[in-house]
């Protein structure tokens, strides 16, 4: 398997550090962080991130937008455990002389987000610097069925996604290389934590991750958390977005380049054994919500997928890896999505995803 | 009551957000944020603390200091309270092509810094950016006696300082105007913070706040939550570590500057009720710690201290507005520094600050 750029960093910044017995997931093993508490049968829910490249890329401008992401980049995280979520601290870092109009806006846009995600204020911190950044730590709880983690699903599992996917990647294309879609749609990019769907999870679900990188890196970290593979078993165009879809064909992009990431859509992905599949989908639909059944946990590394009629495999550490090799380059990235393609045109499969893991 | 710049911008931010009925303080009460579980008799401290202008300013520039700067800001604020730490997760954000020495420097301190304060690493989220900053959230627990607050003092408490004052500034002084000092002393600055000391003075304190802004910021903030003065009734002189009493001689300040912040030293301020103080003295000293007993919660608002042989009166809001007046220019919050000082001159106190509060 290759290595993934981004782990490699992340095992290295935290070689030689102490880890907690109170700590239920090692490093990388779910989107928030488990923490079970001496004297009580409430396991905490904690994350930590960050609104920086986002904002110094241009890929957020309005302080509205700025905002709301600090908060939902945080609860989304939340979602993926399955927690309840309790509140959230904010680290501000302002620009002096930060003009009150974007300041107003960017507050509400993290209150309205604390609203809409039921997370209370707790605290935080504010420091002064040239450049705007924004960071956020949220809590939850788990009570109950025990939470979920990016670790535990099999083969035989059915893959979902919790919503259309595509919108992360769609909103960053547009916004980032505009010239690729002269007059093209404007997309509406405001997601929401899946906060309810992740609750309601915690009874069916065997792993979950939030596609906060986008929908390939996810699947790539499934994948090698749980030594599987998956096998998208629809055409990727019913997995998308109408608008991501729009951008795509605008651009002359394959569909599946829309779930390339770095920047995501914030749904959840999730498995669920074929036991409970019918249950879980009574349990959806009685809230509902309309989960969309992607594909299947397989057996053999890798991810086979239905692009343009082909099945093929996909590299998915070459496209996870991509947008650090480019150095956030946005041509350079599309150019390189276009080379991985190529392989990936190569490598089609006899007999075709839908038998994967069988 | 002049308004404080900083609370102003605080209250500001956080106008309109819900709160929640779990978080035992309001805003600006506590160091740390503290939270009751439902299902659970553990309070939560949470705190969360970046390192961004330090590092702008040049303050701190070796990357080990750094390092155990992000940990110890946010230890301190667990000490204030009197929580046990439990965990902390970090939120860097690295510039690219950073070489290796500097983030092995930069993980070592923040390692040593975690090690020291019996903090496990729980997680983190690393972003790139073309400036450094650090940030981190930190997780205490408090079971038994209640957390400590700012909020709780009575006239006639005993005011204490956890050690030595004044090292935050002096540093700060040779630092970032080092033309002051020609060859003079480099001191050595790496604040610990008091995770033991604050665990003891649950059992004795009726408020506690660290000094991470400097000890005059400190005092001003704990006589507004609690409605009292403070009157110093040791010469401030007394007070310095020695390293600070030097600094201030050589560069011809007086003695109470290395009280001025905005740079601190990391030590608890604390109040102890007289009839607790002979209890509270004898449990340090089987501790082996030496808190330095410094004055007393007086009834009327305001500072009285003793320096330069004189009783005085000193205007803690303009002392603690100044830093945000001057935009950061060290040589014109000198400047400033000096011109409040020559209206402290003219309020000499009539009786001196050892009566203040009877």
Redesign the interface.
């Known amino acids: 398997m290759d290595t993934i750029i981004?782990n490699a960093?992340?095992e290295?910044?935290?070689?030689?550090?102490?880890?907690?017995p109170?700590?239920l997931n090692e490093?990388r093993e779910s989107d928030?962080?488990l923490?079970y508490?001496?004297?009580?049968?409430?396991v905490?829910a904690?994350?930590?991130?960050?609104v920086?490249?986002e904002i110094?890329a241009g890929l957020y401008e309005e302080p509205y937008l700025i905002g709301w992401m600090t908060v939902m980049v945080n609860a989304s995280d939340l979602a993926a455990v399955g927690a309840e979520p309790?509140?959230i601290?904010?680290?501000?870092?302002l620009t002096?002389g930060l003009d009150d109009e974007f300041?107003a806006a960017l507050?509400a846009g993290?209150?309205d987000a604390?609203?809409h995600c039921g997370l209370?204020?707790?605290?935080?911190?504010?420091?002064?610097?040239?450049?705007l950044?924004m960071?956020a730590?949220a809590?939850g709880?788990v009570?109950g069925e025990p939470p979920l983690t990016r670790r535990g699903c099999r083969p035989g599992d059915r893959l979902f996604a919790s919503g259309p996917l595509g919108l992360g990647s769609a909103y960053a294309l547009l916004k980032l290389s505009p010239e690729r879609q002269p007059g093209g749609p404007n997309i509406e990019y405001r997601p929401t934590a899946r906060l309810d769907e992740g609750q309601m999870l915690r009874r069916f679900a065997t792993s979950s991750m939030d596609t906060s990188d986008g929908v390939i890196p996810t699947l790539d970290e499934l994948m090698r958390l749980n030594g599987v593979g998956f096998s998208l078993d629809r055409p990727i165009g019913q997995l998308l977005h109408p608008a991501a879809a729009r951008v795509a064909r605008a651009a002359g992009l394959q569909d599946w380049m829309m779930l390339a990431g770095p920047h995501g859509e914030f749904e959840l992905l999730f498995t669920v054994p074929g036991k409970h599949r019918a249950a879980f989908l009574e349990a959806a639909k009685a809230s509902s919500w309309r989960p969309i059944e992607i594909g299947a946990v397989a057996q053999e590394h890798g991810l086979k997928l239905l692009s343009d009629g082909q099945p093929s495999r996909l590299d998915t550490a070459a496209v996870r890896n991509l947008f650090l090799e480019v150095?956030g380059d946005v041509e350079a990235y599309v150019a390189g999505l276009l080379r991985i393609d190529a392989t990936r045109r190569r490598r089609t499969c006899v007999g075709g995803p839908a038998q994967a893991g069988s």
Do not use: K, M, W
């Not at 290295?12 to 907690?20: D, S, V």
């Open positions: 981004e960093l992340i290295r910044l935290a070689a030689g550090f102490t880890r907690t109170h700590q490093l928030a962080e923490i508490l001496p004297g009580s049968r409430v905490l904690l994350t930590t991130d960050a920086v490249e110094e309790l509140g601290l904010l680290n501000q870092t002096p300041l507050q993290i209150r604390c609203r209370a204020l707790l605290g935080g911190d504010v420091n002064f610097s040239g450049h950044q960071a730590t809590l709880t009570t150095a």
